[in-house]
């Protein structure tokens, strides 16, 4: 985006970082936030072009009785197969980044858009955005929400938490860094600061 057409944002963390809790934050401040992850399931639901070409490239399998994808077959086939999980990233990616791009284009003159993207790094975006910020938590405290949030075990969170990019790589691409150790309102009031900072307003429903 361009100065006169508002801030473009790109909001990542590591899992269970505190990413969606800051994208909240910002739109109670008057942030317009687009979620990669909402949107990777609106590209695939019945009848968009997304889902069609992933029904042929993994078979009727991957569809429900109603037509609609069923995930949990699906993961089953990409999590198991790096090929087959590059093939449906090749699907999903683009029509993300298409949608994201139309939303971001409809916004109101001025705006400040935030795109919250989990995997930001990973697919190599940060030269994307106007500043990219990063919400960052300890190792340990994000393995145990982790744990806590989904029900798993030692290594399977420690899995999860591996198959992202590093903290390091993530810190390095990042303008600004939010740290989510502290209490709900210790990051409340670095989202404050960021965002008076940012707009040079405090905003109208700073708690």
């Excluded at 037509?67 to 990233?89: H, K, M, N, Y």
């Amino acid at each position: 985006m361009t100065e006169s057409s508002g801030i473009l944002v790109g909001l990542t963390g590591g899992i269970a970082s505190g990413k969606s809790t800051v994208a909240e934050l910002l739109a109670e401040r008057g942030a317009l936030v687009i979620d990669a992850d909402r949107l990777a399931r609106e590209v695939v639901e019945p009848g968009t072009p997304g889902l069609a070409a992933v029904v042929a490239r993994f078979g009727d399998g991957v569809l429900r009785p109603d037509g609609s994808l069923d995930r949990p077959a699906l993961g089953r086939i990409v999590f198991a197969d790096t090929v087959a999980r590059g093939d449906l990233e090749a699907i999903i990616h683009p029509a993300v980044r298409a949608r994201a791009a139309e939303l971001t284009a409809a916004a109101p003159a001025g705006a400040v858009v935030v795109q919250m993207i989990p995997l930001l790094v990973e697919t190599g975006q940060q030269d994307a955005f106007d500043l990219v910020v990063v919400v960052d938590t300890a190792p340990e405290e994000q393995l145990a929400r982790v744990r806590a949030r989904d029900g798993l075990g030692a290594e399977e969170a420690l899995a999860r938490v591996r198959a992202q990019a590093d903290r390091e790589r993530r810190l390095a691409a990042a303008d600004v860094v939010l740290h989510n150790d502290g209490t709900p309102a210790d990051l409340a009031d670095q989202v404050d600061r960021f965002w008076t900072e940012l707009t040079g307003s405090p905003g109208a429903e700073i708690h």
